[in-house]
């Protein structure tokens, strides 16, 4: 993976399955991300990390186009956007779903709606996003529940899930939609401690079946055993990027050095 903060030109790499380009968003006065540059290989696992407000949330945000750069490009797989400042150039609703289909991202909160089974949120979107045959989509859905050990609470509701199950049918929803890659925004903090685990499990068999992943996370020592990059983030820019044995075990920059310190990684 290259990254960089400047103005330096980078060459496109076509065998990068995400590639940024001078990223740059603001939300009036105030800078969220400055500049960013990065590319991140097929099946590689990028943990980023850093303090609130570094502008890690806004930059997955800009990859899934939940958010709208102001300036700067994103291609994702054989999608390239271009942002100049003025107009967004975004597809039509219908094919802007199925972009953001195939970059599932994962949030804090599960957002599962209320009214559906966890077997029927998984198949929502096979059913209206990708118009997948139901009885395709309902065998699709339970080996998806199955991959994330829930296929015993297919028929359950989800206020009878507890907050880790609930991330986990969350995970297999955004998985059903068969993504190039996978985000995760603070996929556990909203959590029990004692939840995180089964939901970092599923994190860790996704890496081990070569999906491309990003993670935002405050999880040092899974990003250290499951990452092959980190990125440290700190007021929009990326102050250090390695493998984990250089940024979590051996950081350079004094910043990265001080934020470890609270986490004793």
């Keep these: 993976m290259m990254m960089s903060t400047n103005n330096a030109t980078q060459t496109n790499d076509s065998k990068a399955m995400i590639q940024i380009s001078n990223l740059k968003k603001a939300f009036g006065d105030h800078v969220v991300l400055k500049d960013i540059s990065m590319q991140i290989g097929k099946g590689s696992v990028v943990a980023m990390i850093g303090p609130s407000g570094s502008g890690k949330s806004t930059l997955l945000r800009c990859l899934n186009l939940l958010t709208v750069p102001d300036r700067g490009s994103v291609r994702i797989g054989e999608r390239h956007f271009e942002f100049d400042g003025k107009t967004s150039k975004l597809p039509k609703d219908r094919e802007l779903a199925g972009f953001r289909a195939r970059t599932g991202m994962v949030f804090q909160h599960f957002n599962l709606f209320p009214h559906m089974t966890a077997l029927e949120n998984v198949m929502e979107g096979m059913l209206t996003v990708l118009r997948t045959p139901k009885a395709e989509a309902r065998s699709k859905a339970q080996a998806l529940l199955q991959k994330v050990g829930l296929e015993d609470r297919a028929e359950i509701y989800p206020q009878r899930l507890s907050g880790g199950q609930k991330q986990r049918v969350a995970i297999a929803r955004a998985l059903a939609m068969q993504p190039d890659v996978m985000l995760f925004d603070e996929a556990t903090s909203a959590l029990d401690p004692e939840l995180v685990g089964e939901v970092l499990n599923v994190i860790r068999s996704l890496a081990k079946d070569g999906m491309t992943m990003i993670l935002v996370t405050h999880e040092i020592a899974f990003a250290r055993e499951v990452a092959d990059q980190v990125i440290f983030m700190r007021d929009g820019?990326?102050?250090?990027?390695?493998?984990?044995?250089?940024?979590?075990?051996?950081?350079?920059?004094?910043?990265?050095?001080a934020f470890l310190a609270r986490f004793n990684a």
């Design 237 to 257: 820019v990326v102050v250090e990027a390695g493998p984990p044995s250089q940024v979590i075990d051996a950081p350079q920059q004094a910043a990265t050095q």
